[in-house]
């Protein structure tokens, strides 16, 4: 029986591939495959997926040899949140959690001393057990039906606790326990939900960075900003985060020295937090708006594109779009869309700009002008096109001169007559605008 269903799943697998084939062929060679062809991917990967999960269960295994195989060493019980020890052996997580804060520093099963004690998720384990419960119709154990929410138990607050505890211990520990937060953070929601629960928690996490130079420790560095940039994704906190005293001027140091993941998350962190209106405030009075743009100047993709997100968020502030025109935004971002970098993301930083009447005169020249309508006929994006648009609407509406040279080039070439008709609906007002503004400068001269 157990050979019949594995022959058959090869033979399903095979077909499914010979499918996807096709299907993925589509997607390559046709322009307009449509989104049927794209669900249809979607289908095939998915039940292929679902028979590598049966090939992991092992097909035709005794359920009874099955269960005991999901089950925890220490509590006999099937494990809602399996981790992997140092020694290499699978436990739940509760229970190996309070095996250590006993004070054991062995493996319960092997006996042999742990190098280390960090726990390890073990996903495949926990998919495993998830798919087996579904399809044995028994409920999933109650700390993995809670590992996708926002519940903490109490063994985890108390393994935070611990954790933040060391953050004022010897180095080696600092160091274990901010590679384990970072990980924590970034994997397990309760951890994120409930982190600015603790008291000074926050402050805790950043003493080691707080006592002495930032780069002192490069690693130790990055892992704390990182876990900042994962704390500030829960809305919650994303208000005390900023709000507390010594978060921005880390980051803001953090965006000038260390490793460039850390300077990447430093950025990403001030960019998810300026989601909050309030906290766009906050940042654009610290000192972070100069280090934000030195990291868009320095060239690093990843890096830069990081930058250009903060920057995007904070501009949407009219007080910090000012700021960022006093310390050279637009000869920076100007430069870098000449240069053919970034160029959606950093005009879409340039409209804003752009709107305010320090950033007129920079970027009143003829060169950016014909940049800015050469960038309008080559793109297929329809968001930069608007951006251009906008940004000509607004440096041009009061300037003859500028006026002059787009009727001249309209006349030849049609880029705004031609986005008045299949612009997007802002793109369309602002060129019909600039065409009208032309026609009541100059009544006795046609642009077509």
């Known amino acids: ?37 794209t669900i249809e991917a979607m289908r095939i990967l998915s039940r292929l997926a679902e028979l590598m999960l049966k090939k992991h269960l092992g097909l035709g295994m005794d359920d009874t040899v099955l269960l005991e195989k999901f089950k925890c060493p220490l509590s006999g019980e099937i494990m809602g949140d399996p981790v992997v020890l140092a020694s290499g052996q699978t436990y739940d997580r509760p229970h190996i959690q309070k095996w250590l804060k006993e004070g054991n520093l062995t493996c319960p099963l092997l006996k042999q001393v742990l ?10 384990v926990r998919e495993l057990i998830s798919h087996w419960c579904k399809k044995s119709g028994i409920a999933l154990p109650k700390s993995y039906q809670d590992i996708d ?4 138990t109490e063994v985890d607050r108390m393994h935070l606790n611990s954790l933040l505890e060391k953050m004022s211990s010897s180095l080696s520990d600092q160091k274990e326990a901010a590679k384990e937060l970072r990980r924590l953070t970034k994997t397990t929601p309760s951890y994120r939900a409930s982190f600015c629960v603790f008291t000074k928690a926050i402050s805790r996490l950043l003493s080691p960075l707080s006592e002495t130079k930032v780069e002192s420790d490069p690693d130790l560095q990055e892992d704390l900003i990182t876990t900042v940039l994962n704390l500030s994704i829960h809305d919650n906190n994303k208000k005390p985060v900023a709000e507390n005293p010594v978060v921005i001027p880390l980051l803001t140091e953090s965006l000038k020295f260390g490793t460039i993941e850390t300077r990447r998350n430093a950025a990403a962190a001030l960019f998810t937090l300026s989601a909050l209106d309030s906290n766009k405030f906050v940042i654009g009075n610290s000192g972070a708006l100069a280090p934000l743009l030195q990291l868009l100047c320095e060239g690093h993709p990843l890096a830069m594109k990081d930058a250009a997100s903060a920057i995007f968020n904070l501009c949407l502030v009219y007080e910090n779009k ?20 970034l160029v959606d993301e950093l005009l879409s930083i340039l409209a804003l700009l752009s709107a305010h009447h320090k950033a007129i005169d920079e970027l009143g020249d003829l060169d950016t002008l014909h940049c800015l309508l050469q960038i309008i006929r080559d793109s297929s994006s ?6 251009c648009v906008a940004i000509l609407y607004n440096v041009c509406l009061n300037d003859l001169t500028l006026l002059m040279v787009i009727r001249a080039e309209e006349i030849e070439k049609h880029t705004l007559a031609e986005l008045a008709d299949t612009g997007t609906k802002r793109a ?15 009544p006795t001269m046609h642009t077509t």
Do not use: W
Request: charged share 35%; aromatic share 4%.
């Open 382 to 387: 329809d968001g930069t096109k608007e951006n």
């Open 115 to 124: 190098s280390h004690s960090i726990l390890t998720p073990n996903c495949l």
């Open 322 to 341: 000012a700021k960022f025109n006093e310390i050279g935004a637009v000869k920076v971002t100007l430069q870098k869309i000449k240069d053919g970098i």
């Open 1 to 37: 029986m157990a050979e019949k269903e594995e022959s058959e799943a090869t033979g399903e697998e095979t077909e499914l591939k010979k499918e996807l084939q096709r299907v993925v062929k589509m997607i390559l060679e046709e322009d307009g495959y449509g989104i049927k062809i």
């Open 428 to 442: 369309r007002r602002k060129a019909s605008g600039i065409i009208e503004k032309i026609h009541k400068a100059f």
């Open 149 to 152: 929410g926002e519940t903490m």
